[in-house]
């Protein structure tokens, strides 16, 4: 089981900007709990994203001498994956594909086709630079602005994808309209369909169903999840509410109780589950 903590996606809507040494001192303490990857910054525009801003300055910070935890950074265009792909501390790029039009203009400024053909040069980047692409198909799910979604299309995507070699890709729910259904169904066909590639669950949930929802990827097959501590997070870019991740203390409890080994340092995430109190009411 790989549990992603993704404190990027958890600062990234809140206006207020939280001190550099204050993100720096958090990302820290969660490299201490032995999560398999932090997603930690991204490398996009401070325009659209100003809470990000500082993600040169944040890793140049951190020290991963003693953490097996790998760091990933989004991006959203050719100039920002050359940026983290220079960087020997990152190990992932993230970049958002989406299957909503409408998205994909709203969050990189981009027609599908546009983004598609950017993933393509972002995947050599990361091979040149021995990277790992991790792709986000955001409105994996469905989408709130009444345009085409079904099993197949994102099939299709995924097919595409795969014939760039594209070796993981989280399915996402990026405003939290994900039926459990639609989840199990989805998971169930990718995984046994592509099994030279990793698929993973970002999920954006409410308090009251996302159990349904991890229960539902987790019958499917699926063993990788992103989380982030206090459940804060979602895109400023989407339109929504910011409809939260899935709490990543939620996640441990449910896996611990599932059965599932998680290899986590118990006291460094209590101490982090603290923390996060003070940096989101920073």
Known sequence: ???????????????????????????????????????????????????????????????????????????????????????????????????????????????????????????????????????????????PYQEPWNAEIVINLVQKLANLGVQIISLSDTVGVAQPADIQYLFRHLIPAFPQMEFGAHLHVQPLNWQQKIEAALAAGCSRFDGALKGFGGCPLAGDNLTGNVATENLVTYFENYGVPLKLNKKAFETALTLAGTVFTS
Do not use: W
């Not at 993704?6 to 993100?23: H, V, W, Y």
């Not at 020290?63 to 935890?69: K, S």
């Open 1 to 143: 089981m790989k549990i992603i903590e993704c404190p990027r996606d958890a600062m990234q809507g809140i206006k207020n900007i939280i001190p550099t040494e204050l993100k720096i001192r958090y990302l820290q303490q969660l490299l201490t709990v032995g999560f398999h990857t932090l997603d930690f910054g991204s490398y996009v525009s401070a325009k659209a994203i100003p809470q990000m801003a500082d993600t040169p300055q944040v890793l140049e910070a951190l020290d991963l001498a003693d953490t097996f935890t790998k760091l990933l950074a989004i991006v959203a265009n050719i100039r920002g994956a050359e940026q983290a792909a220079a960087q020997e501390k990152i190990s992932y790029l993230g970049f958002p594909l989406s299957l909503s039009e409408t998205f994909q203009q709203r969050n990189t400024r981009k027609s599908i086709t546009e983004a598609f053909s950017e993933l393509a040069r972002i995947q050599e980047i990361c091979t040149r630079q021995s990277k790992t692409l991790i792709t986000y198909l955001s409105m994996g799910f469905g989408n």
